[in-house]
């Protein structure tokens, strides 16, 4: 599914697509097992100056960019997608990849 389409399987689900508050939830999600690429919770700004995650919508606080990314090839790598490895590239957002939703308990 493109980008949009992930985030939105997320939002419906009740979740939200895989943030990372800290390195220790960064190492969580590292550890997880999944086959080719999926799309994460990160995504450029609108305006282009940085990246940002989509629960909160500020900077991100951590992360794991593959050698030489983000690169935005062609001015149009405005998504995250995360390789099987951990490791983090920009991305056209009408790709198709798998989708890592992120939940979080609420404690009344």
């Keep these: 599914m ?61 992360s794991n960019w593959n050698n030489g990314e983000p690169n935005n090839v062609g001015g149009v790598e405005r998504c995250v997608e995360a390789y099987t490895n951990g490791k983090w590239n920009d991305n056209e957002c009408s790709e198709l990849r798998q989708v890592t939703c992120r939940f979080v308990d609420l404690i009344y």
């Design 2 to 62: 493109t980008w949009k389409q992930a985030k939105r399987t997320c939002r419906n689900l009740g979740g939200e697509l895989a943030y990372f508050n800290d390195a220790a939830e960064l190492a969580a999600f590292n550890e997880l097992d999944f086959e080719g690429h999926t799309w994460i919770g990160v995504t450029q700004s609108k305006k282009g100056n940085n990246f940002i995650d989509v629960e909160f919508r500020e900077p991100i606080k951590v």
